[in-house]
Nanobody, 125 residues
Framework: QVQLVESGGGLVEAGGSLRLSCAAS????????LGWWRQAPGKPWNQREF??????????AYAISVKGRFTVSRDNAKNTVELQMNSLKPEDTAVYYC????????????????WGQGTQVTVSS
């Protein structure tokens, strides 16, 4: 079983910064991509928005809405991922979820995705 635990959410004024962290634990063989998604207030779970992700090789991808403001980083040895969020805007308010994609528990086993429980980020205007 794989568990993702997020931390670092909170309340911040517009223009401020927050740093989110996520640690994946369990009998993990490999994780292809670690990243962050968010669910805005009032939106259902199937409308979660991709925010940023980084592969094992270090290739990072960002949503257009956060590019230049957010930075995603990963420690492969520790199976952790962080999201540095700068110049926050009220529209960044959401529950942020850590997601581990294409996770292998064994060399030849299936690749599965896992979600964290979410952490609230609120940006006041």
């Amino acid at each position: 079983q794989v568990q993702l635990v997020e931390s670092g959410g909170g309340l911040v004024e517009a223009g401020g910064s927050l740093r989110l962290s996520c640690a994946a634990s369990g009998s993990i063989k490999s994780i292809s991509r670690l990243g962050w998604w968010r669910q805005a207030p009032g939106k259902p779970w199937n409308q979660r928005e991709f925010v940023a992700g980084v592969t094992t090789a270090g290739d990072a991808a960002y949503a257009i809405s956060v590019k230049g403001r957010f930075t995603v980083s990963r420690d492969n040895a520790k199976n952790t991922v962080e999201l540095q969020m700068n110049s926050l805007k009220p529209e960044d308010t959401a529950v942020y979820y850590c997601k581990a994609e294409y996770v292998r528990l064994t060399t030849w086993g299936p690749e599965l995705d896992y979600w964290g429980q979410g952490t609230q980020v609120t940006v006041s205007s």
